[in-house]
């Protein structure tokens, strides 16, 4: 069974950092690209940051909303992605995800999700 | 990058179909075939019900199914369930300023 676990969420003041972790389970996680996708009140849905497997150099990408300030990152010994998450600023609080993309010749978004963490950036 | 445009609310009886559209433009929903659904249930993860517009993953009900014309792509819910009450949400890969866009989210309710 697809299990992916989130965790590094919590509170920080504007301007501070923040590290997000995902523990990846039940499927061969080098073979997938990796996403992270939030979820706020006010923007709803948002993808945020893709990093490709190892076939396709670990490539990155990034929304506008986050470049420059977040890195997405993976470690395919431990069967686990990351997101950096740097000058955060208030229209960061959301719910973030941890998703499985790349099917559907690398085009494919999400087939599986985990609970999300919780960041709340607030003074 | 806009959002792609979901109606707020839709609901039906038991046993009706409803549809969902999921409206975007040229650069995304209708520039390719790359277009998902996703259905969450309250405190629930989001599950993948449909991808590449009308293809259903491995144990998603028959009763839902996609489809896209121009710009818009459709959701469509047939046979009603009680269980069908969720938020369904559209996305779609694009290029730009983003790779995916995802819609404003449609909350479906059962009478």
């Known amino acids: 069974e697809v299990q992916l676990v989130e965790s590094g969420g919590g509170v920080v003041q504007p301007g501070g950092s923040l590290r997000l972790s995902c523990a990846a389970s039940?499927?061969?996680?080098?073979?997938?690209?990796m996403d992270w996708v939030r979820h706020s009140p006010g923007k709803g849905l948002e993808w945020i940051a893709r990093?490709?497997?190892?076939?396709?150099?670990?490539?990155?990408e990034y929304a506008a909303s986050v470049k420059g300030r977040f890195t997405i990152s993976r470690d395919d010994s431990k069967n686990s992605l990351y997101l950096q998450m740097n000058s955060l600023e208030v229209e960061d609080t959301a719910l973030y995800y941890c998703?499985?993309?790349?099917?559907?010749?690398?085009?494919?978004?999400?087939?599986?999700w985990g609970l999300g963490t919780l960041v709340t950036v607030s003074s | 990058q806009s959002a792609l445009t979901q109606p707020a609310s839709v609901s039906g009886s038991r046993g009706q179909s409803i549809t969902i559209s999921c409206t975007g433009t040229?650069?995304?929903?209708?520039?390719?075939?790359?277009v998902s659904w996703y259905q969450q249930h309250p405190g629930k993860a989001p599950k993948l019900i449909i991808y590449?517009?009308?293809h259903r993953p491995s144990g998603v009900s028959d009763r839902f199914s996609g489809s896209k014309s121009g710009n818009t792509a459709s959701l469509t819910i047939s046979g009603l369930q009680a269980e069908d009450e969720a938020y369904y949400y559209c996305?779609?890969?694009?290029?730009?300023?983003?790779?995916?866009?995802f819609g404003t989210g449609s909350e479906v309710t059962v009478l």
């Open positions: 998703t499985r993309g790349g099917f559907s010749y690398g085009f494919g978004l999400a087939d599986y």
């Open positions: 040229s650069s995304d929903v209708g520039g390719h075939n790359y």
């Open positions: 039940g499927f061969t996680f080098s073979d997938h690209y």
């Open positions: 590449d517009v009308s």
């Open positions: 996305s779609s890969y694009t290029r730009g300023t983003t790779l995916y866009v």
């Open positions: 990093v490709r497997n190892k076939a396709n150099t670990f490539s990155t």
